[in-house]
Nanobody
Framework: QVQLVESGGGLVQAGGSLRLSCAAS????????MGWFRQAPGKEREFVAA????????YYAASLKGRFTISRDNAKNTVYLQMNSLKPEDTAVYYC???????????????????WGQGTQVTVSS
């Protein structure tokens, strides 16, 4: 069982940066694949990024690669999402998610993840 709590969201101007954190409970955090998703009003939940249990492999939505960076610190049971050059279209609720195993081809699919945080709001003003 893993419980996830996101933080770090807020209001930022276009071009600015934010770093989201997702703190996980449970002794087996280091064995979980972690993902970040986002959901804007009236839209479906969208894959942002994922990272393997060791941090050795990372995956990104093609449209976000280069601006967003996912990382993890297993000693702190935390996964991060560094977001740079933010745009108004990045406005959404950002969620972290976890599962012990997700095949690389399945990483963008929300239903592959068993555990979810409550989300943190990111608002980018123009």
């Amino acid at each position: 069982q893993v419980q996830l709590v996101e933080s770090g969201g807020g209001l930022v101007q276009a071009g600015g940066s934010l770093r989201l954190s997702c703190a996980a409970s449970g002794r087996t955090f280091s064995t979980y694949v972690m993902g970040w998703f986002r959901q804007a009003p009236g839209k479906e939940r969208e894959f942002v990024a994922a990272i393997t249990w060791s941090g050795g492999s990372t995956y990104y939505a093609a449209s976000l690669k280069g601006r967003f960076t996912i990382s993890r610190d297993n000693a702190k049971n935390t996964v991060y999402l560094q977001m740079n050059s933010l745009k108004p279209e990045d406005t959404a609720v950002y969620y972290c998610a976890a599962n012990q195993y997700v095949g690389s081809s399945r990483l963008p699919h929300p239903y592959e993840y068993d555990y979810w945080g409550q989300g943190t709001q990111v608002t980018v003003s123009s």
